[in-house]
């Protein structure tokens, strides 16, 4: 069965300080990776995905992930963050092609102050 | 702008009530979700649906909790009789899904139906 680990559970950060969350899972064959973002009282939303290609992906406000084989890592990173990334972030994997069911791991709760 | 609607947002009852949570996912998909997402244990797969037939719904308390696509604009998630464990968020996402094709698997959710049971 797939699992995600989330080993941050509560991360502050200053504005400008760089930022990265890590994300391992547990899952012996090919699968697709994704990074939501939950903000204050709001549904998750997509911030980026990895299914195939270049194992270092772009999202959208600024993030970026890198697919580690090796390690059955899918860090999430930002250079420099800001008070509106203020959120809980869920890194999520499912089996390619077999299923879209994705397994959740239990977040990782970013404060960033101003 | 397509996405997955959910109602109620807000539900507050007493316990024994029967709950009725309804999801409208995207048009065109063809997998439904329901998760759970309480501070204790994250978000807990519920139920799921794909072509409105359920594939898995081991997460989901059999004796209280029932999940159902009446159609494939539709998917109810009810508690009857609800306790105040059930306490949580709600919420229900679809995505599409081809056997043997390239799937990527993305979801889409709604914003979710918070329930208090007092």
């Known amino acids: 069965a797939q699992s995600v680990s989330q080993h941050n559970h509560h991360v502050i950060l200053s504005e400008a300080a760089s930022l990265e969350l890590g994300c391992n899972y547990s899952?012996?064959?090919?699968?697709?990776l994704f990074w939501y973002v939950q903000y204050p009282g709001q549904h998750l939303q997509l911030l980026l995905k990895?299914?195939?290609?270049?194992?270092l992906v772009k999202g959208i406000k600024g993030f970026e992930a890198e697919f580690i084989k090796s390690k059955f890592s899918f860090n999430l990173r930002k250079p420099s963050v800001q008070w509106s990334d203020t959120a809980e972030y869920f890194c999520?994997?499912?089996?390619?092609?077999?299923?879209?069911?994705?397994?959740f791991g239990t977040g990782t709760l970013l404060a960033v102050q101003p | 702008d397509a996405r997955v609607t959910q109602t109620p947002r807000h539900k507050v009852t007493e316990m024994g009530q029967e709950v009725t949570m309804r999801c409208q996912p995207i048009?065109?998909?063809?997998?439904v979700f329901w998760y759970r997402q309480t501070m204790m244990q994250g978000l807990e797969l519920l139920a799921y649906?794909?072509?409105?037939?359920?594939?898995?719904d081991s997460g989901m308390p059999k004796d209280r909790f029932s999940a159902e696509m009446p159609d494939a604009t539709l998917a109810t998630l009810k508690i009857q009789p609800s306790e105040p464990r059930d306490s949580a968020v709600y919420f229900c996402?679809?995505?599409?899904?081809?056997?043997?094709?390239?799937?990527?698997?993305?979801?889409?959710f709604g914003e979710g139906s918070r329930l208090t049971v007092l």
């Open positions: 048009l065109g998909h063809n997998t």
């Open positions: 899952y012996g064959g090919t699968v697709n």
């Open positions: 990895y299914f195939s290609g270049d194992p």
């Open positions: 996402a679809s995505g599409f899904h081809t056997s043997g094709g390239a799937n990527t698997g993305e979801l889409f």
């Open positions: 999520a994997v499912n089996a390619a092609g077999a299923t879209n069911k994705l397994i």
């Open positions: 649906f794909r072509n409105r037939a359920p594939l898995d």
